[in-house]
């Protein structure tokens, strides 16, 4: 049976839309409530931005087989057992007959602080993926197959994310993949590096701009990276759950 796609493009475009819309909804609801929080955080203390990308997972989760799996989104519901720390927040969860079918983590920057966020992010999804598989190693998840383990960052496309960065290091010379790479390119090599490393089934950059509130645009920056591969890899490995599970 051929996987179902569930037509990704578009509901990708109303996902990044959807982002763009909320933190500026967000924004404007804070500040008419006199509580406005400072810069860029307004739009991202509101929450719901990544919303758009959740329904594009359950589309795909529905579509390949795993209709009736329990697909977690309640905060009190995305914790799972840590092995370097006694539990972890996911941001979506894949459930079907207590076993953990993916773990999915959806985040987002904007400008103009790319460069400490970028550190953060990188630290943090690297953390968050060794974390997991070993406690899969450990056995916190019981004996099951391995699970889908997804990463997605949108950037913001702006001059700050696709100016070139130089870096100090005064010992040893910076690996040339990242000798004045943007911060969109350093994206890039992280979620190759990413999935290299086995630290997550796949893991995807999108670039887009402030303006696409209108129109959902937003640009890949290798076809590894791509969200096609991310799609298609979570439809085939839920297709797979669902044979093995039925």
Not at 9 to 14: L, P, Q, S, T, V
Not at 178 to 207: I, P
């Amino acid at each position: 049976m051929a996987l179902d796609l569930v037509d990704y493009d578009k509901k990708a475009h109303e996902a990044v839309m959807a982002f763009w819309g909320n933190r500026e909804m967000a924004k404007r609801k804070q500040a008419e409530s006199g509580k406005a929080d400072q810069g860029e955080r307004a739009g991202v203390t509101g929450g719901k931005n990544m919303d758009g990308f959740i329904a594009l997972v359950k589309d795909l989760v529905e579509a390949n087989g795993l209709a009736h799996a329990k697909i977690q989104q309640k905060k009190a519901v995305l914790t799972l057992p840590g092995y370097f720390r006694p539990t972890k927040l996911w941001d979506l969860l894949v459930m079907h007959q207590g076993e953990l079918v993916a773990a999915i983590e959806l985040k987002s920057q904007v400008g103009p602080s790319f460069g400490n966020n970028f550190n953060t992010r990188t630290e943090e999804a690297i953390g968050t993926g060794h974390d997991l598989w070993t406690a899969f190693r450990e056995g916190a998840f019981g004996q099951q197959p391995k699970p889908f383990v997804g990463w997605i960052m949108l950037v913001e496309d702006a001059a700050g994310s696709r100016k070139p960065v130089r870096d100090k290091a005064p010992h040893f010379p910076v690996f040339p993949e990242f000798r004045g790479a943007s911060y969109l390119q350093r994206y890039d090599v992280l979620c190759q590096r990413l999935m290299k490393e086995q630290l997550y089934t796949c893991a995807t950059v999108l670039a887009s701009p402030r303006t696409a509130a209108k129109g959902g645009e937003f640009s890949e920056l290798s076809t590894m990276t791509g969200l096609r591969s991310f799609v298609a890899s979570l439809a085939g490995h839920v297709a797979s759950s669902a044979a093995r599970l039925a």
